[in-house]
């Protein structure tokens, strides 16, 4: 053990003598923690549209105006025809084009109804997809609310049966994208601080030479390795820590379940991705071969945790993948536990899984360590 104290007295000074290292641990996390949300939105919002209108009758003004007030969309123009409104999608300055067909409000006030062409560029499927949907919420409402729809009355002279529908939205009442999407950021700089900088660790002793002067020791693998996490585990502690301050402060996002929960997952999740990160250092050589490693697998991390997009949508074979990392089960558990404030019964087949990923990653770097003189 007190080979393990010398071990591990050695790794604190090397990590607070490296100022690059602790700007990397400490404020990088902070500034892209307060940035990344800001620009990590998939709300669509903004939507350019042009209208092509052949009536323009007051309805039809009425229509255009009320698009233009929804809040979601942006004209961009009034071509004059629809072979024009079509030349601003081919230019990308519309995402859609409404045209308005001659007889616009005629046709609604004589027979009851009428048909209009709507254009979206779908190169952009998801907003093509909302936009487009959004477009046809807001021709309902100015249907709904017609003279003629509201006067006329049903065949039989009473009043028409509607069903109204009010939504609630459970644990996000104000439907704001922040509050998933800062958990989820949180999770990630943690999983890049812990498995790039571990990964580079042992590495680093290969290339200056010292890991032959620790490898003449009698310390044991397993200290050695231990010796390697312990600090590294600290200072991803203090960084999460760090990340739940920055997320209150400026987001006003406050865990709603157990602290304590979340930071029992924080643990084992950080025991689990530097062994992780510790393995791929005793397989490279250099530097350069452990930066590109650990890319590679964060990019999968990234892609395939349910970050960008929900594990139930994808194929089955990816997500048979997207359960054997770990950072799809962290990423789970912290937004449950930060925005519903789920309990230990609800994600504990997740804590043993970290804890599976945590023993069989370590043990796998403990075992491919050569000591060689």
Known sequence: MNVLRFILQKEFRQIFRDKTILAMMFVTPIIQLIIMPLAANFEVKNVNIAYVDHDHSTYSEKLINQIGSSGYFIIVGAPGSYQEGLKLIENGKADLVLEIPPGFERNLIREGNQHINISADAINGTKSTIGGGYLMAVIADFNSNLDVNIKSPNSTGSPAIAINVKSTNWYNPRAEYKYYMVPGILVLLLTLIGGFITALNIVREKEIGTIEQINVTPIK?????????????????????????????????????????????????????????????????????????????????????????????????????????????????????????????????????????????????????????
């Open 221 to 373: 693998k397993w200290e050695f390795i231990l010796g390697k996490l312990i600090p590294f585990w600290i200072v991803g502690m203090i960084v999460f820590t760090v990340g739940l301050i920055v997320m209150y402060v400026v987001y006003g996002i406050f865990p709603q379940g157990s602290l304590l929960l979340l930071y029992l997952f924080a643990a084992i999740y950080l025991i689990a991705l530097l062994g992780l990160g510790l393995l791929i250092s005793t397989f490279a050589d250099t530097q350069l071969q452990a930066m590109f490693v650990a890319f590679f697998f964060m990019m999968i991390f990234m892609l395939m945790s349910g970050f960008f997009t929900s594990t139930d949508s994808m194929p089955g074979w990816a997500r048979q993948i997207s359960n054997f990392t770990p950072v799809t089960h962290f990423i789970s558990v912290v937004r449950l536990i930060v925005l519903k404030g789920s309990g230990f019964a609800e994600v504990k087949f997740e804590l043993l899984y970290l804890i599976g990923f945590a023993i069989l990653l370590n043990t796998l770097a403990i075992l491919n360590y050569r000591k060689t003189t």
